[in-house]
């Protein structure tokens, strides 16, 4: 069975940085994309930065210039730099991995709180 486990979250002020890191346990034959994922109290769950396995990358329009992602292969991880966090990047932050380029995701990582203060 494959599980997900982040680690890395933590209390920053704003302006700081973060460094998540997700890592797979278990057997996976295959992961075409890895992905970070937030939700905020009281909001839906979005989509923060996706990585494919030939590296091609995409990030929320909120993150973007702030925000890399990167993967190793290799050892089936995925990290998340944030940088020049800012109070509405406060949330929990979930990594998921897809075995295939479309459809669900079919791995999720039970999350990491990551607050950022004013």
């Known amino acids: 069975q494959v599980q997900l486990v982040e680690s890395g979250g933590g209390l920053v002020q704003a302006g700081g940085s973060l460094r998540l890191s997700c890592a797979a346990s278990?057997?996976?034959?295959?992961?075409?994309?890895m992905g970070w994922y937030r939700q905020a109290p009281g909001k839906q769950r979005e989509l923060v930065a996706t990585i494919t396995n030939s590296g091609r990358t995409s990030y929320a329009g909120s993150v973007k210039d702030r925000f890399a992602i990167s993967r190793d292969n290799a050892k089936n991880t995925v990290d998340l730099q944030m940088n020049n966090l800012k109070p509405e990047d406060t949330a929990v932050y979930y990594c998921?991995?897809?075995?295939?380029?479309?459809?669900?995701?079919?791995?999720w990582g039970q999350g990491t709180q990551v607050t950022v203060s004013s």
């Open positions: 278990g057997s996976i034959f295959r992961i075409d994309t």
């Open positions: 998921a991995f897809r075995r295939f380029a479309l459809g669900q995701y079919d791995y």
